[in-house]
C-alpha cells in the first residue's frame, strides 16, 4: 500500500479553504496533527471558533481533498479538537501578512 507522506497530506489540505476567512486551513493554523500510519491517516484539527458555521462543510471538504492522496483502501479519520484553542498566533507568516496582523 502506497500511503502519503506528512507533507503530501499537509500539500492536500491546502485546497480546503475556510470560506469566511478567504484562506486554506493550513496557512489559518487550523490543522493541529497529521499522523500516516498503516492504521490510516488521522488528521486533528479545530476551526476558529467552537460555533463555526462551516464545520462541517469545511470536515467535508477535508475528506475529499484527502482523497486525492490517500487510497480509497486507507481509513482517514478527521478530528475536531478544541484543545488547544485556536488563536492568531497559530497562522503563518504568509495569512497574517494578508490580514494585515504582526505579532512580532
Given at each position: 500500500?502506497?500511503?502519503?507522506?506528512?507533507?503530501?497530506?499537509?500539500?492536500?489540505?491546502?485546497?480546503?479553504?475556510?470560506?469566511?476567512?478567504?484562506?486554506?486551513?493550513?496557512?489559518?493554523?487550523?490543522?493541529?496533527?497529521?499522523?500516516?500510519?498503516?492504521?490510516?491517516?488521522?488528521?486533528?484539527?479545530?476551526?476558529?471558533?467552537?460555533?463555526?458555521?462551516?464545520?462541517?462543510?469545511?470536515?467535508?471538504?477535508?475528506?475529499?481533498?484527502?482523497?486525492?492522496?490517500?487510497?480509497?483502501?486507507?481509513?482517514?479519520?478527521?478530528?475536531?479538537?478544541?484543545?488547544?484553542?485556536?488563536?492568531?498566533?497559530?497562522?503563518s507568516d504568509?495569512?497574517?501578512?494578508?490580514?494585515?496582523?504582526?505579532?512580532?
Amino acid at each position: 500500500m502506497n500511503l502519503p507522506d506528512e507533507d503530501a497530506v499537509r500539500e492536500a489540505l491546502r485546497s480546503v479553504v475556510d470560506p469566511e476567512a478567504g484562506m486554506n486551513i493550513v496557512e489559518l493554523g487550523l490543522i493541529y496533527g497529521v499522523d500516516v500510519s498503516d492504521a490510516g491517516v488521522h488528521v486533528q484539527m479545530t476551526m476558529t471558533s467552537a460555533a463555526c458555521p462551516m464545520a462541517e462543510m469545511i470536515v467535508d471538504d477535508v475528506h475529499a481533498a484527502l482523497q486525492s492522496v490517500v487510497p480509497s483502501s486507507v481509513p482517514v479519520e478527521v478530528e475536531l479538537v478544541w484543545d488547544p484553542p485556536w488563536t492568531p498566533e497559530r497562522m503563518s507568516d504568509f495569512a497574517r501578512e494578508h490580514f494585515g496582523w504582526n505579532f512580532g
